[in-house]
């Protein structure tokens, strides 16, 4: 029987339990974070996944995100690593960005990069890997899914690119596979994707095709994958049919891979979690809410055997754009 707080081997790491903590946005004092972060280690949680890391200064949600250009930035982060590392807990940097900006020209267009703008991108990209390696960080996690700008870039909803930087599957994930093979032949780094289970929208990807992009990843070196959708976390709500979909896909990816695949979806319930996870193929589980509304839930959860976390799903932290619970 598996169990949420199995030790466990993902890729080449060692878990000590099968939650995975993902972040979103940071609004509080650094003192703050270094306290947050304290209180998620000692709890239970296997690998932590840091809030949004943007690369870029005016990049939209800067304000509400670690910079990784910033001068305290290895300072910060060295003291994040070693907080997770004092613990047994494995950490990744969660590398993000919305808007790349060339000089006084703001949110550049997709379609209007050069290519020495996306060779500025894989660059920038690949310093703030180096960074993070040098802090003492386990990985990296690339964001190719919600709405950040990979995202986009590799969804023929908005690549309409005629270069072979668009077109079929391959060349609008051409940026990412050879910035992904430039990580691993470099740095001796787990690389984990996010990427949409699908994208909804007309002329979007699909399901079938996310998978496709799932195995090209795998295939240039990414040791781990993390499904999600769409602007999530808003979307996940408690409707039972927007997990049910995301297990089904989960399902089927893992099928397709060989390398750990992390389902995130809304989870608040350990029963629930335990159940998922012996009913299907699943291993991993990623939360976010829960660890704004309690940081320790854990704890609690693994002495009682049948916690449920305090969450409302109000989603008031993600729409406020604050790392702190609006209820508790």
């Known amino acids: 029987m598996k169990d949420i707080f199995d030790n466990c081997q993902f890729g080449d790491l060692k878990l000590k339990s099968r939650v995975v903590r993902t972040g979103l946005w940071q609004t509080q004092s650094i003192g703050e974070l270094y306290d947050k972060y304290e209180s998620m280690a000692k709890s239970g949680v296997g690998l932590i996944i840091t809030e949004l890391i943007s690369v870029y200064p005016k990049d939209k949600f800067s304000e509400y995100s670690i910079r990784s250009g910033a001068p305290q930035f290895m300072v910060e982060a060295k003291r994040l690593a070693d907080i997770a590392h004092e613990h047994d807990v494995a950490i990744f940097g969660q590398i993000e960005f919305i808007q790349f900006n060339r000089g006084i020209d703001l949110n550049i267009d997709i379609n209007d990069l050069t290519i020495d703008d ?10 703030a890997a180096q960074k993070l390696k040098l ?14 700008f990979l995202s986009k870039f590799i969804d023929p909803y908005f690549n309409q690119r005629l270069d072979n930087y668009g077109g079929d599957t391959f060349n609008r994930m051409r940026l990412v596979l050879e910035l992904v093979k430039v990580i691993k032949t470099n740095l001796d780094f787990h690389v984990s ?7 909804g929208r007309k002329g979007g990807i699909d399901k079938d095709e996310s998978i496709e992009m799932c195995k090209l990843l795998e295939k240039v070196g990414a040791d781990s994958l993390q499904v999600t959708k769409p602007l999530s976390p808003l979307y996940f709500t408690k409707d039972v049919s927007e997990e049910e979909e995301l297990v089904e896909f989960s399902q089927k990816l893992i099928k397709e891979v060989d390398i750990p695949v992390i389902l ?65």
């Open 193 to 199: 994707c996010k990427i949409n289970a699908y994208d």
């Open 264 to 328: 995130g979806g809304g989870f608040d319930s350990q029963k629930h979690m335990n159940d998922l996870l012996n009913k299907t193929d699943i291993e991993f589980l990623s939360m976010y809410r829960p660890f704004l509304a309690e940081s320790d839930f854990l704890k609690s959860w693994k002495k009682s055997g049948d916690g449920v976390s305090r969450c409302k799903k109000c989603n008031n932290c993600y729409r406020t754009k604050t790392s702190q619970c609006y209820h508790f």
């Open 118 to 127: 996306i060779r500025q991108i894989q660059s920038d990209i690949i310093v």
């Open 135 to 148: 802090a003492g960080f386990d990985g990296i996690q690339l964001a190719l899914g919600n709405n950040f």
